[in-house]
């Protein structure tokens, strides 16, 4: 990212519960700022699922934002 940019992650989840059920949701989004260099992380996120999903499928998203307002591509 660009030095200073704010950094907005994102992480979801879908799967099947019980076999059968669709479900899908969130484990939150966390908004850091790049340091000097760039670079940046998060803390872990805290991971949940609803009961009898097993093995979902995550998608993760960052998107940065630079001081003059242009968003990266996710």
């Known amino acids: 990212a660009e ?3 704010r950094v907005v992650v ?3 989840y ?3 519960a019980f076999g059968d059920l669709n479900v899908n949701g969130t484990f939150g989004s966390q908004e850091v700022t790049a340091d000097k260099e760039g670079n940046w992380f998060t803390k872990p996120f ?3 699922l ?3 999903v097993r093995r979902p499928e995550l998608t993760i998203t960052a998107v940065a ?3 003059a307002g ?3 591509p996710a």
């Open 50 to 52: 609803p009961v009898g």
């Open 3 to 5: 030095p200073g940019a």
């Open 46 to 48: 805290e991971v949940r």
């Open 70 to 72: 242009a968003k990266s």
């Open 10 to 12: 994102e992480v979801n």
């Open 65 to 67: 934002t630079d001081a």
């Open 14 to 16: 879908e799967g099947r």
